[in-house]
């Protein structure tokens, strides 16, 4: 698995990320069937590893019932049925999973082989047993095209209201023996977890899992990025979307009539505040000094200048200036192994990031989105992390 910033599939995700790969951000993609059919994904999964992308695709079993998008393009759509129906499937239904499996990935042009697993919740065994069922499936069908073969541990929102209910789904996971995991973890509301609790429940899931020894892809994270290296991930999953910056079910539910974002202003990816804000109404209102330290330029960010006049800037342009920011700096900080370091480094860019959102709050300007709401938390659950998991962090330096 390849260190850095891996580009999450959502709605319209295949070209933008093409070209944020191409300007040298990210180092793989995690194709959606939710969101890219089958013959379309093999258009691009040549054009992925022309630009020097890993390439893993994501089954999305996490609600095997589900039949949205274009799930029902790919050759382990017909397979698709409730828990209890799945841990009763014949063996010759088996051998056909294996069969989709093994023609999925090798058309794709995959990396490695990603087990389809349903979310793991409190008190459900039949869950762990089918999880370990599709993962022997899979690790079969990965030895026969001679690829690592990842585990799929997505915790639910029932699991981790708890320390004792996640590490139940962890240490069923956890007695699988893959290559690697593909790990999300289901907080449930807001548009970028704040909760220091629950920030500091996932930080120890991830050390959990990276403590294993094998490398751990962080799927559904976009701008926590960072937090997942700081928990010893070796990959994290970025995407444009709000709802691709942490794992939620509804991705996989019929839409509701309505939505999609409309016209609505573009929101500006600042590195330095780690967070947006809305071009050019927010931006207008700062001062030409504070638009001076928060610009973060990017090849997409175009037309954003700290200094008047204020030229137009598309939305689409925005996302891939998001992306690209985010990717690079995970890029970067990846380059660091030591999981504690990157810890320590994420947390003094918080620390100047809540810095600079004071400033801007003590000069009547409150940002929308809640985009100030989450650093400090953040910054909160990494102390409490690293003082309370010194022995995690001294194993993962080990193993690095």
């Known amino acids: 698995m390849r260190r850095g910033a891996?580009?999450?599939?959502?709605?319209?995700?295949?070209?933008?990320?093409?070209?944020?790969?191409?300007?040298?951000?990210g180092v793989g993609v995690i194709i959606s069937p939710r969101d890219l059919g089958f013959s379309k994904a093999e258009e691009y999964s040549a054009q992925y590893e022309e630009a020097g992308a890993d390439i893993i695709i994501?089954?999305?079993?996490?609600?095997?019932?589900?039949?949205?998008?274009?799930?029902?393009?790919?050759?382990?759509?017909?397979?698709?049925?409730?828990?209890?129906?799945?841990?009763?499937?014949?063996?010759?239904?088996?051998?056909?999973?294996?069969?989709?499996?093994?023609?999925?990935?090798?058309?794709?042009?995959?990396?490695?082989?990603?087990?389809?697993?349903?979310?793991?919740?409190?008190?459900?065994?039949?869950?762990?047993?089918?999880?370990?069922?599709?993962?022997?499936?899979?690790?079969?069908?990965?030895?026969?095209?001679?690829?690592?073969?990842?585990?799929?541990?997505?915790?639910?929102?029932?699991?981790?209201?708890?320390?004792e209910t996640a590490n139940a789904a962890l240490s069923a996971a956890t007695s699988l023996s893959p290559?690697?995991?593909?790990?999300?973890?289901?907080?449930?509301?807001?548009?970028?977890?704040?909760?220091?609790?629950?920030?500091?429940?996932?930080?120890?899931?991830?050390?959990?899992?990276?403590?294993?020894?094998?490398?751990?892809?962080?799927?559904?994270?976009?701008?926590m990025a960072p937090l997942a290296l700081a928990c010893g991930a070796t990959g994290a999953g970025v995407g444009h979307s709000q709802n691709l910056w942490q794992f939620t079910r509804a991705r996989w539910q019929p839409a509701e009539a309505g939505g999609g974002g409309g016209d609505a202003p573009p929101r500006y990816f600042s590195s330095t505040l780690w967070g947006t804000l809305i071009y050019e109404d927010e931006w207008a209102l700062l001062s030409a000094d504070l638009r001076n330290r928060i610009l973060t330029p990017t090849p997409f960010s175009g037309t954003v200048q700290p200094n008047p006049p204020f030229l137009a800037w598309d939305r689409w342009q925005a996302n891939k200036h998001l992306v690209y920011a985010i990717a690079k700096f995970t890029d970067e900080l990846a380059a660091e192994s030591d999981a504690e370091l990157v810890l320590d480094s994420f947390h003094a860019h918080l620390t100047e990031?809540?810095?600079v959102h004071s400033e801007i709050a003590d000069l009547g300007i409150e940002l929308r989105d809640d985009t100030a709401a989450y650093q400090a938390p953040w910054n909160t659950a990494l102390q409490t992390v690293k003082a309370a998991q010194h022995e995690e962090f001294e194993v993962l330096r080990m193993l690095s």
């Open 353 to 355: 990031a809540v810095g």
């Open 179 to 223: 290559d690697g995991w593909y790990f999300g973890f289901e907080f449930g509301a807001g548009r970028v977890p704040a909760s220091t609790g629950d920030i500091s429940r996932y930080l120890r899931s991830g050390l959990t899992l990276a403590a294993t020894g094998v490398p751990v892809l962080h799927a559904y994270v976009g701008p």
């Open 58 to 163: 994501d089954q999305q079993f996490h609600i095997p019932t589900a039949n949205v998008g274009q799930l029902d393009t790919y050759p382990i759509a017909s397979k698709r049925q409730n828990v209890s129906g799945l841990n009763a499937i014949s063996d010759a239904d088996l051998l056909e999973v294996a069969d989709a499996l093994r023609t999925t990935n090798s058309k794709l042009n995959a990396t490695a082989v990603l087990a389809p697993a349903v979310v793991y919740e409190a008190g459900r065994q039949d869950i762990a047993d089918l999880n370990k069922t599709l993962f022997e499936i899979s690790r079969g069908v990965a030895n026969e095209l001679g690829l690592p073969c990842y585990a799929t541990v997505f915790i639910g929102l029932s699991a981790i209201t708890a320390d």
């Open 6 to 25: 891996w580009h999450q599939f959502g709605d319209r995700s295949q070209k933008l990320a093409l070209e944020v790969l191409q300007e040298g951000a």
